[in-house]
């Protein structure tokens, strides 16, 4: 039987690390075995389902590269088919209007709580001769959970698990409103698309009993299932907001690699040795969901931006550059002359920790100096006519090669007798605006002869302005 895993996401926020840790494992998962990645988007909450978290839960999937075979199907676009298995099931007896009211289930529970007893439903109309209508409101359906015996989850992940089916009640399937709950819509959904594997968050472990009871009554096989632990953040608590950045896209703002998220997160619950670096082809090849660790993992953000240095340094640049382009174009910064981001990468790969850095870093690559910042300016070009004049002579012969670039500024501060830097800094801040920049060669082969004759211009009329 060949492998069908999907990624089934409410879209009632913006695509996480643990739902997009759940998305990798259950893409790899199918990947590894020639199977099929279904996504399917679970929307029947319509209060809090919205079209911005589909389409941002789209777009992170696709920036980290978890292309899925199939979907996305919507939940709310099935109502038909959910409607159909309920008849199914109410005929065949597994299932069972249920009139009682709210008042009568808030007694029930009150009752059971002050015995000290889980709060369930005690099955008051599951064996009642009812008519339609018979008690005013429209009735909810509940499932004919079996009451005798257990049921037991062979998880991929946790083993076996073993639930009394005592323990649980006859859940609502369909409310008075004739909506689908959860746990009805997933079982059609899953057997309908094929699903072999459901690789989720162990949030559901409780529903999973419940899931297979209703496949049983649908002559279903239920499917493997895998839950996948929590993340914790470094305080032990559960991974939120509070923790910093949680979404996806907002790793991508901040100039992150897919690369190195997807490591990441592979990384996190699961290990192979020691090996910390785990490109596609080495996660494919080495994962395995049967070796997702049981317990919670803590979220490292030390860790994750270590590999994004590692993938910013070791990627090929064209690879490293489209992301650049990226953040180029966020910041409205027009690449069209200039460098090519390909070169931009080359120069900046061995220094940036994010391509927010590196975007930032290459503004000027781009564009002149908007500002000058004024300490720089008073540090380093008061008195420095005499250096820019002569940068401009030795740049305006110069080859526009780095080695070149570099004996053009030494030849200066060996004519003026000054230390390099007394030449470099100066220059630094005609390119830029301010006093940092990568070496003084490799910036000026980046901002390219013109603007650098340019911007010297500039500074020099600066400087003449600070010595009046
Ligand atoms: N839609 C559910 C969630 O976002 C996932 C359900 C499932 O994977 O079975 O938590």
Redesign the pocket.
């Known amino acids: 039987m060949s492998v069908v895993t999907?990624?089934?996401?409410?879209p009632t926020g913006h695509l996480h690390i643990g739902?997009a840790r759940?998305a990798l494992f259950s893409w790899l998962h199918a990947r590894q075995h020639g199977g099929r990645f279904v996504l399917r988007v679970?929307d029947t909450d319509r209060e809090r389902s919205e079209a911005i978290y589909v389409e941002a839960i789209l777009e992170g999937m696709a920036w980290l590269g978890l292309g899925h075979d199939e979907g996305p199907y919507f939940q709310t676009q099935r109502f038909d088919r959910y409607r159909a298995v309920l008849e199914q099931l109410l005929a065949s007896g597994h299932a069972y209007p249920c009139y009682c009211s709210r008042e009568r289930l808030a007694a029930l529970r009150e009752a059971q709580q002050a015995r000290g007893e889980k709060p369930r439903y005690d099955g008051y109309c599951r064996d009642r001769e009812q008519t339609a209508g018979s008690e005013g409101d429209p009735p909810v359906i509940r499932f004919r959970t079996p009451r005798e015996g257990s049921i037991t989850v062979h998880d991929l992940i946790r083993g076996e698990i073993v639930f009394d089916n005592a323990e649980l009640d006859d859940l609502i399937i369909a409310r008075s409103d004739g909506t689908p709950t959860?746990n009805f819509t997933?079982v059609i959904d899953?057997t309908d698309m094929g699903i072999t594997h459901?690789v989720?968050?162990d949030?559901?472990i409780n529903?999973t009993p419940r899931q297979m009871h209703i496949c049983q009554a649908l002559a279903h096989a239920p499917p493997a299932y895998a839950h996948v632990p929590m993340i914790l953040g470094a305080d032990g608590k559960r991974l939120s907001k509070r923790h910093g950045a949680v979404s996806v896209l907002q790793y991508r703002e901040e100039g992150y690699l897919p690369e190195a998220l997807i490591n990441y997160l592979a990384r996190l619950g699961w290990s192979h040795g020691d090996e910390e670096i785990f490109d596609r082809d080495a996660l494919l090849a080495h994962f395995r969901l049967t070796a997702v660790h049981k317990a919670p993992s803590s979220f490292n953000p030390d860790k994750l931006l270590w590999l994004n240095q590692h993938y910013i340094k070791t990627l090929p640049a064209t690879r490293v550059a489209a992301e650049l382009a990226w953040q180029m174009d966020r910041r409205q910064i027009d690449v069209r002359e200039g460098p090519t981001l390909e070169a931009v990468v080359e120069a900046y790969r061995e220094r940036a920790k994010t391509l927010a850095e590196m975007a930032e870093g290459s503004r000027f690559f781009y564009a002149d100096p908007a500002e000058y910042d004024p300490k720089a300016l008073r540090k380093h070009l008061v008195g420095a006519e005499a250096v820019l004049d002569a940068l401009t002579e030795q740049l305006t012969a110069a080859q526009w090669t780095r080695p070149a670039l570099h004996e053009a500024v030494e030849a200066v501060a060996t004519a003026l007798t000054l230390k390099l830097g007394k030449v470099a800094q100066p220059l630094r801040v005609a390119l830029t605006g301010t006093s940092v920049s990568p070496p003084i060669d490799v910036s000026l082969e980046l901002v390219g002869r013109e603007a650098t004759l340019r911007r010297i211009a500039r500074a020099r009329e600066l400087a003449a302005g600070l010595a009046a």
Do not use: Q
């Open positions: 999907r990624f089934a996401p409410s739902g759940t679970e959860y997933v899953d459901v989720r968050g949030d559901h529903n």
